[in-house]
Nanobody
Framework: QVQLVESGGGLVQAGGSLRLSCAAS???????VRWFRQPPGKEREFVAA????????YYTDSVKGRFTISRDNAKNTVYLQMNSLKPEDTAVYYC?????????????WGQGTQVAVSS
C-alpha cells in the first residue's frame, strides 16, 4: 500500500502562489495521481490529475490556466503549482492515487494540507 504525504500548504494573499507536493512511500506511483480539495463546509472536489506517464493532465474548469500538475517519477513526487490564487481556492488539499478515471478518486489518500487565501 502506498503512503502519501502532502506538504506546501499555507496562508497566502489573493494573487499569490503556492506549490504543493505529494510524496509517495512504500510503493512507487504506478497510477494516475490526483489532487482533490475540500473547502470549508463543502464536499471534497476534484482539482487536477496527471497520468501515470505524466503525458496527460486534467483540470477542473475553475483552476485551468492557474494551476499546473506535474510529476517527477524519479523522486516519486507529484506537484501542484498554484498561481493567481483566489479566496475561493481556500481548502484542505488532498493527494490521491489508484487506478481509474483521472477525475475519480482511487483508494489511497494523503492526510491533506491546508491552503488559505486571504482577500
Amino acid at each position: 500500500q502506498v503512503q502519501l504525504v502532502e506538504s506546501g500548504g499555507g496562508l497566502v494573499q489573493a494573487g499569490g502562489s503556492l506549490r504543493l507536493s505529494c510524496a509517495a512511500s512504500g510503493r512507487t506511483f504506478s497510477s494516475s495521481v490526483r489532487w482533490f480539495r475540500q473547502p470549508p463546509g463543502k464536499e471534497r472536489e476534484f482539482v487536477a490529475a496527471v497520468s501515470a506517464s505524466g503525458g496527460g493532465t486534467y483540470y477542473t474548469d475553475s483552476v485551468k490556466g492557474r494551476f499546473t500538475i506535474s510529476r517527477d517519477n524519479a523522486k516519486n513526487t507529484v506537484y501542484l503549482q498554484m498561481n493567481s490564487l483566489k479566496p475561493e481556492d481556500t481548502a484542505v488539499y488532498y493527494c490521491n492515487t489508484g487506478p481509474g478515471l483521472p477525475n475519480v478518486a482511487g483508494p489511497a489518500w494523503g492526510q491533506g494540507t491546508q491552503v488559505a487565501v486571504s482577500s
